[in-house]
Structure formats: C-alpha cells, structure tokens
C-alpha cells in the first residue's frame, strides 16, 4: 500500500499505544484516589482532579465509574501507592511514583532499569530534600488575556507562570492546589489539566549525549505498566 500508508498507520499505532497508557494511569489513578477519599468527587478533590483530567484525554465516561467503583471491590485491596528513589547515570536524582498489586514484581523491575544504566536504588525517602510538591495546571492559551490572568492568580497563590507556544502552565504551592483549581474554573479557564508535581530544588545541566543517557533510563522505566510519574533533577 505505499510508504505513506506505512507512516499513517505506524503514527496511530503511537498514537493508540499513548491513549491506552494514558487511560490506565488514571485508571489506577481514579481507583487510588476513590480508594482513599470516598467515591464521591465533590468531596474528594483528588478524585475530581482524576475525573477531571481523564474527560480531557476522552476517558469513556463508563470506563471513569468502573475504575471509581473498583476502590470498593476486593480487587483492589493489595493496590497501593509506592515510591522508590535513586540515582540515574552521571549522578541523577530520579524519583517513581508506582501504582502496583504485587509491590516486589514492581521493585525487581525498577531496579533492574537503575542497574542497567548504571545507577541504583536508595531507599525511601533519602532524596526527598531534592524536591517540592507543587500544584502544576496546564491548559491551552486560546484567547485568554494572560498579563490579566497571572495578576488575578496572584491573589490565589501563584508562584510560576510561563507560557509555551500555545499552552500555558500555572504553578503553586502544594497548600494552595485547591485554592488554584477554583480561581481557575471561576475564571472561565477550560481543558485544565491538574496535577501534583515533585519539582527540583536545584537541577544538574548535562551535555546532550550525557543527556541522553538519562532521558533512555526514564523512558525505559516510564514504560512500565506499573509506574505513575517519574521526576528527576536533570535541566
């Protein structure tokens, strides 16, 4: 059919393969968060941030109450939140958040992925000094005044906004995550993407090949089934 089909078909294949990634993080993450704050998002802001996020990426609405519902079934009583710390190649902090029912499968594999690449693993906790919680919302630019919008969030507990290309990120303090959200919605601000982030204290700026290095180590431990979010202090 031509190398044109070829492309087309190898584009929606990557395509699809993030969708599906995409749906089963929040999946889990949908379940976690109904696990620990109820199933009910006006009062669980961690599962309306979840429902929230998942309608953007065009979850199935019956695949968002499958997931809420499985944080009452005896499915998901071994399902827990783990973390795990180490040090990447050329002296890389990184940390992985895990969402996992059979937490030594999930550590045998994470730290095969740190040993591989010349890393290894410490034990919880010990680079937790390296990094903040924030409150990270993403939504597109549009026809948002955006000098107006960052003095108005000000008042609200903005610590960081930048804008890039068509897209805007507002950042603030993990105290302030809720306070953020509302002034955002009652600000009219649409397809807002939430999400508590660990951001660096300092970062290490490597040469692109040293780079490299690192960035194939968190995308090998980024495609495990079991893993969230990775952060590390690489510029």
């Not at 584009?11 to 599906?20: H, I, L």
């Not at 009062?43 to 944080?71: T, W």
């Not at 549009?142 to 897209?167: A, N, R």
């Not at 495609?223 to 990775?230: G, K, L, N, P, S």
Request: glycine content about 8%.
């Amino acid at each position: 059919m031509g190398r044109a089909f070829e492309f087309r078909r190898a584009r929606k294949e990557r395509r699809w393969g993030r969708m599906a990634k995409a749906f089963t993080k929040l999946s889990k993450e949908l379940t976690l968060a109904a696990k620990k704050g109820g199933p009910e998002p006006a009062n669980n802001i961690r599962l309306r941030i979840a429902v929230e996020n998942a309608r953007i990426i065009n979850m199935p609405k019956d695949k968002i109450e499958a997931a809420i519902k499985r944080a009452s079934s005896k499915d998901s009583s071994s399902y827990e939140e783990v973390v795990y710390e180490g040090y990447g190649p050329h002296g890389i902090a990184i940390v992985v958040e895990c969402a996992t029912d059979n937490p030594t499968r999930t550590v045998g594999n994470i730290r095969s992925y740190f040993t591989r690449a010349g890393g290894s693993l410490g034990t919880t906790g010990s680079l937790d000094f390296l990094f903040e919680r924030k409150g990270v919302f993403h939504f597109p630019k549009g026809s948002l005044k955006q000098d107006e919008l960052e003095l108005e969030l000000i008042d609200f507990g903005l610590e960081d906004f930048s804008v890039e290309e068509d897209e805007i990120f507002v950042y603030t303090s993990f105290n302030d995550f809720a306070a953020m959200q509302r002034a955002l919605q009652d600000r009219g601000v649409e397809n807002i993407t939430a999400e508590i982030q660990r951001i660096p204290t300092t970062t290490i700026e490597l040469p692109p090949e040293k780079g490299e290095e690192v960035m194939a180590l968190i995308e090998r431990i980024e495609d495990d089934e079991d893993v969230q979010a990775v952060y590390c202090t690489m510029k």
